[in-house]
């Protein structure tokens, strides 16, 4: 999910994705294709498939869209049956090297349902970098002071705590 609101991650981190979907439609699906293009601030070479819901076949088509196909999956629908009507697949992905800080990378796919309109999913967004607080400890004026903020790494929240000499 990446730190805060940017969703920040490291530099060279690798990124998971995992796309659910579900039969909302009438009937029974019998293929499900999932296309997801991928940024091009990832590398296609590094795709490394996980677990997925039911058996499935998988390529990479053109410059970075990677296709997903459940042939004969037979997913009914969810009024038939709610726990049944559902899917997912994941993988997991590299950056691109070398990607300067604050770079955006967005994922989103399309899942289409037999011959029906794809449906598409919500966007992801990461951020290259970190989110940094800098403190400056050093006073001319009073040597003497000193500030500590802790944990370090901060997460949700910092203590600061300012020691004066008595």
């Known amino acids: 999910t990446g730190y805060g609101p940017e969703h920040y991650i490291a530099f060279g981190v690798d990124l998971e994705y ?5 039969n909302t ?3 029974t ?5 999932v296309r997801d293009t991928l940024s091009p601030f990832l590398d296609p070479r590094t795709i490394r498939i996980g677990p997925a819901s039911h058996p499935f076949t998988w390529k990479l088509l053109g410059q970075g869209v990677l ?4 042939d004969n999956i037979r997913l009914p629908d ?12 994941s993988f997991h992905i590299s950056q691109q090297p070398q990607l300067p800080a604050g770079t955006l990378i967005h994922n989103q796919a399309a899942i289409y349902f037999d011959f029906n309109a794809p449906v598409i999913t919500n966007q992801t967004e990461h951020r290259i970098g970190r989110a940094f607080l800098i403190v400056d400890t050093w006073w001319p ?7 500590n903020i802790f944990p370090n ?9 300012l020691t004066i000499p008595a």
């Open 18 to 22: 995992k796309i659910r979907f579900q």
């Open 25 to 27: 439609g009438t009937d």
């Open 29 to 33: 699906a019998f293929t499900v294709v």
């Open 67 to 70: 296709e997903f196909r459940f």
């Open 78 to 89: 969810s009024s038939v049956n709610l726990a049944g009507s559902q899917g997912f697949l």
């Open 141 to 147: 004026q009073a040597p003497e002071l000193k500030l």
């Open 153 to 161: 790494p901060v997460a949700d929240r910092a203590t600061a705590a």
